[in-house]
Structures are given as structure tokens and as C-alpha cells.
């Protein structure tokens, strides 16, 4: 069963960084493009990073560039999500989910998109505040 668990959240401050991880239970990531979601309080889940099936192509939502960088290291079957210069509206459950590798889809492209992602986690707790 593909199955995702979230860690590295927490409290800090704003200015802050964190890095989460999304690790894989019971398959590999080779295959798979990952994403990051977040949902904060009162709000819609929305996309907030993916990385493609080889690794070679990222993206990242405009309210995250150039603070958030994604990364993966299949050898360890982890994908990180490094958050520097933390805002409080940051502050959201965090998600990783996985789309298995399409043969519609170019391995480079970053295209995750939430109602084709699968095995998604607990989430992880994000808090921003001072």
C-alpha cells in the first residue's frame, strides 16, 4: 500500500527555517513525482512545490519562490522541502503525495496535481508565529 509519512515540522519564529521530510513506507520513490500541499485554517488545500519524476524539474508556488526549495534523494526514498525565511502565513498542515510516473508525462515535468496524487500523509504542523 503506498503510504507517505510527513515530518520536520514545528513552532519557530518568523525568519526562520525548517525542512520537512516526506518519506516513503512500502514502495520506492524512483517512480513517482512529488508533491507538497499545505492547508491552513479555513482554507482550501493548495499546492505549494513538486518535483519531478527524475529530479531534474521543480516548481513552486508563487507565494513560495525563493524561500522554499524542493529536493529528493531516492537512495534514501525521501523527498525534503527545505523552508527558509519563514512567514506566518506560512503557518498550515503540510502534505506530501505522489503521482506515479505517466507515460503522458515527460519524467522532467513537475506536474502534480492534487486529484491525481496518491498516498497522502498526516500531514506535518507549521506554525509561524513570534
Known amino acids: 500500500q503506498l503510504q507517505l509519512v510527513e515530518s520536520g515540522g514545528g513552532l519557530v519564529q518568523p525568519g526562520g527555517s525548517l525542512r520537512l521530510s516526506c518519506a516513503a513506507s512500502?514502495?520506492?520513490?524512483?517512480?513517482?513525482?512529488i508533491g507538497w500541499f499545505r492547508q491552513a485554517p479555513g482554507k482550501v488545500r493548495e499546492g505549494v512545490s513538486c518535483?519531478?519524476?527524475?529530479?531534474?524539474?521543480?516548481n513552486y508556488a508563487d507565494s513560495v519562490k525563493g524561500r522554499f526549495t524542493i529536493s529528493r534523494d531516492n537512495a534514501k526514498n525521501t523527498v525534503y522541502l527545505q523552508m527558509d525565511s519563514l512567514k506566518p502565513e506560512d503557518t498550515a498542515v503540510y502534505y506530501c503525495?505522489?503521482?506515479?510516473?505517466?507515460?503522458?508525462?515527460?519524467?522532467?515535468?513537475?506536474?502534480?496535481?492534487?486529484?491525481?496524487?496518491?498516498?497522502w500523509g498526516q500531514g506535518t504542523q507549521v506554525t509561524v508565529s513570534s
Open positions: 512500502g514502495f520506492t520513490l524512483d517512480n513517482y513525482a
Open positions: 503525495a505522489a503521482r506515479p510516473r505517466s507515460m503522458w508525462i515527460n519524467t522532467d515535468q513537475p506536474r502534480c496535481v492534487q486529484g491525481a496524487m496518491l498516498g
Open positions: 518535483i519531478s519524476v527524475s529530479g531534474r524539474g521543480t
